[in-house]
């Protein structure tokens, strides 16, 4: 069966996840392409021979679609996932699931009501296969239970257009979701240290920042966000157990010997990082959907909670209080007892 999909946003990562979706992934389509710039619309249709619809509300009703894609404004997420849920349309949205927990509760009602999981949010980093390896030996208990989590996300540089605000909401949201898989555990409070900011950020940004997280479990979490690093992107993660550590390796790179020096490159964006991850995201979604299956990715609930948790983390940062997350009780559908 080869799935038809329908995408809802041509920018940038919905340009890239239409040319996966066509030169990446077997078994998919893409039929039915919407912007709010229609030349944009129609640049991305034209490259893989899908038609241009008008708005969301119109590729989820179209008959040619089986699944949506929705890479739109983080605001207009909410509307294009309830309406793919109340035309029970398996649909992947791009983080966040929602910009409120309003909206993300609204969808969890909705796909509950439903009584299946359509919903999967875009968290690619379960697909990266350092972590999926994390993930084997802390499930293994070759560790022991873990106590410590140690992580840092680093850019080499941000617009100006970013905020303090968005080192939670856009950059470590990845580890809030992450962890809470990799841990198999809650995120119950957050706190933030701000440290020397760097010179080399815009005057209005706090960078770096330290994020301090609690579990449910009581494992303590420190995470390094610094987006000002200059040096390249660096993602790094080491969970410290009772009987070991477990450490995200880097990314494979040739060792060079010259001039009396050994160096490996550094990777300077998060595209090349994650491009392996992305791509296998992507195929296993559409094999679920063309199987008939629930997925298996992040939920709807996963993005419930990382929308709370970097809420509570901004908050954390602006009033300099530890702050609780205070989530709703997770329901049945997502493996809660609610």
């Known amino acids: 069966m080869t799935v038809r999909v329908g995408v809802i946003g041509a920018g940038w990562i919905g340009h890239e996840h239409i040319r996966r979706l066509t030169h990446q992934v077997t078994g998919a389509r893409v039929t039915a392409v919407t912007d709010i710039d229609a030349a944009r619309a129609e640049e991305a249709a034209a490259s893989v021979g899908a038609r241009v619809l008008p708005d969301g509300a119109a590729v989820v009703a179209a008959d040619d679609v089986d699944a949506v894609l929705v890479t739109s404004w983080g605001p207009t997420h909410a509307e294009h996932v309830l309406n793919a849920i109340a035309a029970g349309k398996p649909v992947f949205c791009e983080k966040p699931l929602a910009t409120t927990a309003e909206d993300c509760l609204r969808i969890l009602e909705a796909e509950t009501a439903h009584g299946r999981r359509l919903v999967q949010v875009g968290f690619m980093r379960r697909y990266d296969a350092g972590y999926r390896q994390m993930k084997q030996v802390i499930d293994s208990g070759r560790i022991g239970e873990p106590l410590i989590v140690h992580c840092a996300h680093r850019n080499p540089t941000v617009p100006e257009s970013y905020t303090s605000a968005m080192a939670a909401l856009d950059t470590a949201v990845h580890e809030v979701d992450v962890l809470r898989w990799l841990l198999d555990d809650e995120i119950v409070s957050a706190q933030v240290v701000t440290p020397r900011s760097t ?3 815009f005057e209005h940004l706090k960078d770096p920042q330290i994020m301090l997280f609690e579990t449910a479990k009581g494992v303590r979490i420190d995470l390094e966000v ?9 993602i790094q ?17 040739v060792g060079v010997r010259t001039a009396a020096r050994h160096s490996t490159e550094v990777l300077t964006d998060w595209v090349g990082r994650f491009a392996e991850a992305f791509d296998t ?14 997925p298996t990715g992040p939920s709807a609930w996963d993005g419930y909670a990382a929308t709370v948790i970097t809420a509570a983390t901004v908050e954390a940062l602006e009033t300099g209080r530890v702050v609780g997350t205070d989530l709703k009780p997770r329901p049945t559908l997502y493996g809660g007892t609610a």
């Open 237 to 253: 993660c080491e969970a410290v157990g009772e009987e070991g550590l477990v450490r995200l390796p880097d990314p494979a790179a």
């Open 226 to 234: 610094f987006v000002n690093c200059q040096y390249g992107y660096d």
């Open 281 to 294: 995201e992507f195929r296993e979604w559409i094999a679920g959907v063309a199987a008939g299956e629930e």
């Open 199 to 201: 010179s080399k950020r």
